[in-house]
């Protein structure tokens, strides 16, 4: 959903076209929708829907004034805590050039996603399969 915004009546419709939902932040700091998050690094089925939590909204630490250069360095201590609890980095980007969409971003990029393959041991799945094994083991 565009800015993280997202009702109840809007993901009741979801669930009827779509088989999982990635609009939810684990740990809401930034979202305009409201702080907060679903408080939980897993998968889960909502009213028929399987929520897939982003964890690393990538380009957040921009409004914070982030470096482009530090942002793979400030995801370091949510990447040791999500591999400590049997979390899932669910990796949220951006193609706009103020976002992603930029020569500095994309390094930046590249370096999070090499250090990412190397921390979770290669180990990597699309939202669609991590929604099917949930779906699987429900």
Not at 2 to 29: E, G, H, I, K, N
Not at 39 to 63: A, Q
Not at 103 to 120: K, N, Q
């Amino acid at each position: 959903s565009p800015s993280w915004f997202r009702t109840p009546a809007l993901l009741r419709v979801l669930r009827d076209y779509v088989q999982y939902d990635c609009s939810r932040l684990d740990f809401d700091w930034l979202c305009p929708a409201g702080r907060g998050g679903v408080l939980t690094p897993r998968p889960f089925i909502l009213e028929g829907l399987v929520e897939v939590p982003t964890t690393i909204p990538f380009e957040s630490p921009l409004l914070e004034g982030c470096d482009p250069t530090l942002i793979p360095m400030y995801w370091q201590t949510k990447l040791d805590w999500l591999l400590n609890v049997g979390g899932q980095a669910v990796v949220n980007t951006h193609p706009d050039p103020h976002y992603c969409g930029n020569p500095d971003m994309l390094r930046a990029y590249s370096r999070f996603l090499e250090h990412l393959f190397e921390r979770f041991d290669g180990r990597w799945a699309l939202p669609k399969d991590l929604a099917a094994e949930v779906r699987a083991n429900a």
